[in-house]
């Protein structure tokens, strides 16, 4: 479903990412693990065109988006939920949850405010409060349930997990295992491989913008030089 064949981004002159290649296939969840700084959220903005490719290649369901602009990436199926939320402060759930609905793109029915509080409860019981009167975990909620409004047929989720408190790390996790279950497709960032383990099929560990490995999480786990070379704290 998406592919990055030999990317290099970054900021003005400097370069973040390092002819990154990965592929994410349809159905599956990705997870892009890596430390502070490796180039994992440049990783996802690049995807979804909010930062330009200097060379390489993106394409998504086999259409070259490489210099495609992010409303035109989100017209094609693709959501983003980024590491900071931004959830709308002023608006309710309901209000955040309308800005957030697209007409479906497939086959698939869309999705509905009601499924989508069937999804989160938290957000069911918070449905009439203002964005900015929600905790972190109810804000990542409702940000992801915002960009499934926009019936995506892949999503980018930007360290869904940081700054959670364990219960609700463990609650994401569920509701991304249900999103998976449904048929969505997945690539997250993560620096939590407690987290990634319990989500996602496969892996990449990327440090300075590059691809150091790619494997099932299975694998993953059976390279303790990768684990403390590139994610050991």
């Known amino acids: 479903m998406l592919e990055l064949n030999s990317v290099n981004a970054g900021y003005g002159k400097a370069r973040i990412l390092n002819q990154l290649s990965l ?12 430390r502070n700084g490796a180039g994992k959220s440049t990783t996802m903005k690049t995807v979804i065109g909010l930062l330009p490719v200097t060379s390489g290649q993106v394409t998504f369901q086999g259409e070259d988006i490489t210099r495609y602009p992010c409303h035109r990436t989100a017209q094609l199926g693709m959501g983003y939920v980024p590491e900071d939320r931004r959830v709308f402060p002023d608006l309710t759930v309901d209000e955040n949850l309308e800005v ?24 069911l019981e918070r449905r009439h409060n203002q964005g900015k009167q929600l905790s972190g975990g109810e804000q990542q909620m409702l940000t992801i349930a915002r960009t499934l409004m926009g019936n995506p047929q892949l999503i980018l989720l930007d360290e869904p997990s940081e700054g959670l408190a364990p219960r609700i790390v463990e609650q994401m996790a569920d509701t991304i295992i249900k999103l998976k279950e449904s048929g969505m497709t997945i690539l997250l960032s993560e620096q939590n491989l407690h987290f990634a383990r319990l989500v996602a099929d496969q892996a990449y560990v990327i440090e300075k913008g590059s691809v150091r490995f790619s494997g099932s999480i299975t694998e993953l786990d059976s390279k303790p030089e990768v684990l403390a070379t590139y994610l050991a704290v």
Do not use: C, M, S
Not at 103 to 123: C, G, H, K, S, V
């Open 23 to 34: 592929t994410v296939e349809r159905g599956k969840v990705v997870a892009l693990l890596g």
């Open 100 to 123: 957030g609905r697209q007409p479906p793109r497939d086959a698939r029915p869309p999705w509905t405010p009601a499924q989508l509080f069937e999804l989160f409860p938290n957000l």
